[in-house]
Nanobody, 114 residues
Framework: QVQLVESGGGLVQPGGSLRLSCTAS????????MGWYRQAPGKQREFVAA???????NYADSVRGRFAISRDKSKSTVDLQMNTLRPEDTAVYYC????????WGQGTQVTVSS
C-alpha cells in the first residue's frame, strides 16, 4: 500500500515562499508520476503541478513561473517550491501518486496572509 505524507505548509506573507515535500513509501513509488493539487474553502480540488517518471513537468497556468516541482531521489520525496505567493494560493495542498496515480496524502495547509 502506497503512503504519501506531505509536510512544509504554514503561514506566509504575500510575496513570500514555502517549500512543500511529499514523502512516498515504499520508496520506489516516488519514481512514478507524482503531482500536487490544492483545495481552497468552498472550491473544488484543482491541479497545481506534476512530475512524470521521465522527469517532464507540468503546471497549472495560475502557478507557472512561480512554483517549481522537483524530485529528490535520495529522500524519496517530490517537492513543490512556491515563490511569490499570493492570498489566492491559500488552500490545503495534497500530494497525489502511486502506480495508478490514485493515492492521496492527507494534505498540508498553506495560508498566505498579511
Amino acid at each position: 500500500q502506497v503512503q504519501l505524507v506531505e509536510s512544509g505548509g504554514g503561514l506566509v506573507q504575500p510575496g513570500g515562499s514555502l517549500r512543500l515535500s511529499c514523502t512516498a513509501s515504499p520508496e520506489h513509488f516516488s519514481l512514478y508520476a507524482m503531482g500536487w493539487y490544492r483545495q481552497a474553502p468552498g472550491k473544488q480540488r484543482e491541479f497545481v503541478a506534476a512530475i512524470y517518471s521521465d522527469g517532464e513537468t507540468n503546471y497549472a497556468d495560475s502557478v507557472r513561473g512561480r512554483f517549481a516541482i522537483s524530485r529528490d531521489k535520495s529522500k524519496s520525496t517530490v517537492d513543490l517550491q512556491m515563490n511569490t505567493l499570493r492570498p489566492e494560493d491559500t488552500a490545503v495542498y495534497y500530494c497525489r501518486g502511486g502506480k495508478s496515480y490514485n493515492n492521496w496524502g492527507q494534505g498540508t495547509q498553506v495560508t498566505v496572509s498579511s
